[in-house]
């Protein structure tokens, strides 16, 4: 799969067969408009064109909202897309004065000109252009003019999901990873990077690897502790994470991701880790001292590892 900047990095690529929107999660749901892609072109030919946006367009249009947290990275979104078979991924910079192309502009300059569309697929209720004035209608009155067709996924096809991205963001907030990723269709997962903590874990007997994520978008899930899969370096390991503050030792407040890999006892600082979010345990509590921080940490040990050994 080849990820594209500049629509002009798609000016090679003829008989598109394309879909277009945010795709954040890359849920179920968005996997059904994926699938018919890649069945069109499996039937006619030609090369599958994902057209999606950075940063969020709800980031641009309501700058004011700033609780909007993502469920993938554009990085982790295109990781998931080359999964699902898409040749190219255009990651267009969503600018208001994008948002404010007229419909018939955009279909001309974007859908025809720049995407080269031959099929075009698109989600139920897909709006477009300035003020959202362009509809599944305005792209089937026009899609003669331009030469190509257009699809539309009906709305019981998703909807007997009963799938949005906004309920999963929604699961995920209030610590039910076990319905995202039911939703999802995969776990739930977060990357970054190992930095340096305060090294208190390991002088418990449970060394943890503090996560500094690499994108201050990427939606966190509830405070707490879960069960979770680690992979580094396309090994994979169990463990247990805890979101939270670490009220029994710190002060700060500052939310922290940090997880112990059982059985594993490398030096990896600097090193990414993915991290899969199975299901969630208990509350972060504080403890009255070290020594029932301990206790905790064995039961929490125990409990996880009975869910991922299950």
């Not at 698109?122 to 257009?150: P, W």
């Not at 670490?246 to 490398?266: A, L, M, Y």
Request: a negative charge.
């Amino acid at each position: 799969m080849q990820v594209h900047h500049h629509i002009e990095g798609l000016k090679e690529v003829k008989d598109s067969i394309v879909t277009i929107g945010t795709f954040d999660g890359v849920h179920l749901g968005h996997q059904k408009i994926i699938k018919r892609l890649t069945d069109l072109k499996e039937k006619e030919g030609g090369e599958t064109v994902l057209f999606t946006f950075d940063p969020h367009p709800r980031k641009v249009l309501f700058p004011d909202q700033t609780d909007l947290k993502l469920i993938t990275t554009t990085d982790e979104k295109c990781g998931l897309l080359a999964k699902l078979g898409i040749d190219h991924v255009l990651v267009f910079p969503f600018t208001k004065a994008f948002s404010q192309m007229h419909a018939t502009e955009y279909i001309s300059e974007i859908i025809a000109k720049g995407l080269h569309t031959k099929s075009l697929v698109i989600g139920y209720d897909h709006r477009f252009g300035s003020n959202r004035e362009g509809n599944i209608d305005t792209l089937k009155a026009l899609s003669s003019t331009y030469h190509f067709s257009v699809e539309e996924i009906p709305a019981q096809e998703i909807n007997q999901l009963n799938i949005s991205s906004t309920r999963i963001r929604k699961a995920i907030e209030e610590g039910d990873v076990e319905t995202a990723n039911a939703f999802l269709g995969y776990a739930f997962f977060v990357t970054g990077v190992v930095v340096k903590g305060k090294q208190l874990g390991r002088t418990i007997g449970y060394p943890t690897a503090n996560i500094q994520l690499a994108d201050a978008d990427k939606l966190i899930p509830k405070i707490g502790v879960y069960a979770v899969n680690v992979e580094l370096d396309s090994v994979s390991y169990k463990g247990m994470l805890n979101v939270g503050v670490n009220p029994t030792t710190d002060s700060d407040n500052r939310i922290k991701i940090e997880v112990n890999i059982f059985d594993f006892n490398e030096e990896i600082y600097g090193r990414s880790l993915r991290v899969e979010f199975v299901k969630w345990i208990r509350n972060e509590e504080k403890f009255a001292n070290l020594e029932e921080l301990k206790q905790a940490l064995a039961n929490d040990k125990i409990a996880c590892a009975a869910i991922l050994n299950a």
